[in-house]
């Protein structure tokens, strides 16, 4: 008899444990496979065109601070005449930006869930629009750079904040095109910071320098119904983040902190801006310097590196989500191909080798941070690790904006032979630390886009793969 009743015992407990497991599994296979793609296609709009917008100002201010040193060269308008500044000081320009950013990005990406992204993002656009404008008072070089502290100090976060937001919305298999059009309207704004900068050029209104006034141009989840957000969070894999989470695991920063992988990449991103920095910082001047032309028609040489890498985002991003192609391959090879240029630059072998030179660097550095972004989200593991993984790197391996720039002292002038030589040396010691953080995160890499052409492959018949969803994430579990 008691075998009797252990036997029906065990039975009702693997029939519970089936139940249970099919009804957490229902979230994800709730909705077909048109109506996911119809789905995402609806998240794509919510999101995307606001982060691009916010990406492509951010990334005009910094193009702005690169063509502000050139407008009006000759003239009393001109930044460094105006401010009193030599071009060695000028250099502290993004030294005094980047100190308060890379201290400031990992807190701040910490306590984006905490605010939740949409406070946390428009607390950052804010302050940091303020900060802007307050240029237009700058009258000396101690004003500009408490002005530059403050916009990095205020604007630390925006960047790995649109990063992690993305994280909370799509799989890893899925980041690598949203970041190529988010990124994409900010490579066009070296194109309009140069035209401003042309624009501008001569211009002196309402007693404002024509830099002035290019300084001064600028889950919850209401629209989705609860069965579409316990699917949006069920179709992630366990290793994403997610709103239920706690705001702050301790345990998994710690955890974070000893993977050897955030090193690893943080070694990635220092010796490679470094290497690049100084190039796109002094982009404006370098071309300035070849004697080309006039120095507002010389703005506008700086357009085609920026149309250049937009090409190439869109190109390899298009590559990039087919999964055949290996992800660090790409920026791998983006380097390399830099090394070359510089080499060029070193040489100088003539005007015009060197202007193409400059141009295929430039638009290189600029799409290798887009094809990187997809290869450090991967590898990361959940809210606190991913934030903290996100802002890390993009942080303390932004040391390279505040060293980069230094390499181009005044006294290489013009041709830049010494710095471009330094800067070949931290190009290749990118490359081995890639090639290290590749032979380290492989495994991954394989994984993530054999389900990739899985997904696409099961997408053409109708289906969908769930294997790695987390069907544990249940309806309870809002959308960030």
Same mark, same amino acid.
């Given at each position: 008899?008691?075998?009797?009743?252990?036997?029906?015992?065990?039975?009702?407990?693997?029939?519970?444990?089936?139940?249970?497991?099919?009804?957490?599994?229902?979230?994800?296979?709730?909705?077909?496979?048109?109506?996911?793609?119809?789905?995402?296609?609806?998240?794509?709009?919510?999101?995307?065109?606001?982060?691009?917008?916010?990406?492509?100002?951010?990334?005009?201010?910094?193009?702005?601070?690169?063509?502000?040193?050139?407008?009006?060269?000759?003239?009393?308008?001109?930044?460094?005449?105006?401010?009193?500044?030599?071009?060695?000081?000028?250099?502290?320009?993004?030294?005094?930006?980047?100190?308060?950013?890379?201290?400031?990005?990992?807190?701040?990406?910490?306590?984006?869930?905490?605010?939740?992204?949409?406070?946390?993002?428009?607390?950052?656009?804010?302050?940091?629009?303020?900060?802007?404008?307050?240029?237009?008072?700058?009258?000396?070089?101690?004003?500009?750079?408490?002005?530059?502290?403050?916009?990095?100090?205020?604007?630390?976060?925006?960047?790995?904040?649109?990063?992690?937001?993305?994280?909370?919305?799509?799989?890893?298999?899925?980041?690598?095109?949203?970041?190529?059009?988010?990124?994409?309207?900010?490579?066009?704004?070296?194109?309009?910071?140069?035209?401003?900068?042309?624009?501008?050029?001569?211009?002196?209104?309402?007693?404002?320098?024509?830099?002035?006034?290019?300084?001064?141009?600028?889950?919850?989840?209401?629209?989705?119904?609860?069965?579409?957000?316990?699917?949006?969070?069920?179709?992630?894999?366990?290793?994403?983040?997610?709103?239920?989470?706690?705001?702050?695991?301790?345990?998994?920063?710690?955890?974070?902190?000893?993977?050897?992988?955030?090193?690893?990449?943080?070694?990635?991103?220092?010796?490679?801006?470094?290497?690049?920095?100084?190039?796109?910082?002094?982009?404006?001047?370098?071309?300035?310097?070849?004697?080309?032309?006039?120095?507002?028609?010389?703005?506008?040489?700086?357009?085609?590196?920026?149309?250049?890498?937009?090409?190439?985002?869109?190109?390899?991003?298009?590559?990039?989500?087919?999964? +055949?192609?290996?992800?660090? &391959?790409?920026?791998? !090879?983006?380097?390399? #191909?830099?090394? /070359?240029?510089? =080499?060029?630059?070193?040489?100088?072998?003539?005007?015009?080798?060197?202007?193409?030179?400059?141009?295929?660097?430039?638009?290189?550095?600029?799409?290798?941070?887009?094809?990187?972004?997809?290869?450090?989200?991967?590898?990361?593991?959940?809210?606190?690790?991913?934030?903290?993984?996100?802002?890390?790197?993009?942080?303390?391996?932004?040391?390279?904006?505040?060293?980069?720039?230094?390499?181009?002292?005044?006294?290489?002038?013009?041709?830049?032979?010494?710095?471009?030589?330094?800067?070949?040396?931290?190009?290749?010691?990118?490359?081995?630390?890639?090639?290290?953080?590749?032979?380290?995160?492989?495994?991954?890499?394989?994984?993530?886009?054999?389900?990739? +052409?899985?997904?696409?492959? &099961?997408?053409?018949? !109708?289906?969908?793969? #769930?294997?790695? /969803?987390?069907? =544990?994430?249940?309806?309870?579990?809002?959308?960030?």
């Amino acid at each position: 008899m008691s075998d009797h009743i252990e036997e029906k015992s065990s039975e009702s407990i693997a029939s519970g444990e089936k139940t249970a497991a099919h009804d957490a599994a229902q979230p994800r296979m709730s909705l077909t496979s048109v109506e996911e793609k119809s789905l995402l296609r609806r998240i794509d709009w919510r999101l995307l065109p606001l982060l691009s917008l916010l990406y492509m100002v951010k990334t005009i201010d910094a193009a702005n601070v690169s063509n502000a040193r050139v407008m009006d060269q000759g003239t009393p308008r001109n930044i460094m005449t105006e401010l009193h500044m030599t071009s060695d000081q000028y250099n502290f320009v993004t030294l005094a930006y980047y100190i308060p950013y890379i201290l400031a990005e990992t807190p701040s990406n910490l306590l984006l869930k905490y605010f939740k992204p949409s406070v946390w993002q428009a607390r950052i656009t804010i302050s940091w629009g303020i900060v802007l404008c307050c240029h237009t008072a700058v009258t000396n070089s101690t004003g500009l750079l408490t002005v530059r502290a403050f916009l990095g100090l205020f604007e630390a976060g925006l960047w790995p904040g649109m990063l992690l937001h993305l994280c909370y919305w799509y799989r890893p298999d899925e980041i690598a095109p949203r970041i190529v059009l988010v990124t994409i309207l900010g490579n066009f704004s070296a194109v309009v910071s140069g035209v401003l900068a042309f624009a501008f050029n001569g211009v002196t209104a309402q007693g404002l320098s024509g830099w002035k006034w290019l300084k001064l141009v600028p889950a919850t989840a209401s629209w989705m119904t609860d069965e579409e957000k316990a699917f949006v969070q069920a179709r992630l894999p366990p290793t994403s983040p997610r709103a239920a989470e706690k705001d702050f695991d301790l345990g998994e920063f710690i955890g974070t902190l000893k993977d050897v992988r955030i090193w690893l990449f943080l070694f990635c991103w220092a010796f490679y801006t470094i290497g690049t920095t100084g190039l796109t910082f002094y982009q404006p001047t370098v071309i300035a310097n070849l004697g080309f032309t006039s120095i507002a028609q010389a703005q506008l040489l700086n357009i085609p590196p920026a149309i250049f890498a937009m090409s190439l985002t869109l190109l390899f991003g298009v590559f990039a989500d087919t999964g +055949r192609i290996p992800q660090p &391959a790409i920026p791998l !090879g983006f380097m390399i #191909v830099i090394e /070359a240029c510089y =080499a060029v630059l070193y040489t100088f072998p003539s005007n015009g080798g060197v202007y193409a030179a400059t141009v295929i660097a430039g638009g290189l550095s600029t799409a290798w941070y887009t094809m990187m972004w997809p290869w450090r989200v991967q590898t990361t593991q959940g809210a606190t690790g991913s934030a903290f993984a996100i802002a890390f790197a993009n942080s303390y391996g932004q040391i390279g904006g505040a060293v980069g720039s230094q390499l181009f002292n005044s006294r290489y002038a013009p041709r830049y032979a010494t710095s471009f030589g330094i800067a070949m040396g931290f190009i290749g010691m990118a490359i081995v630390m890639n090639l290290v953080t590749w032979s380290v995160t492989w495994r991954v890499d394989v994984a993530t886009r054999k389900l990739k +052409r899985e997904r696409i492959a &099961a997408a053409k018949r !109708g289906g969908a793969v #769930v294997e790695d /969803a987390d069907t =544990a994430a249940g309806a309870s579990k809002g959308q960030v």
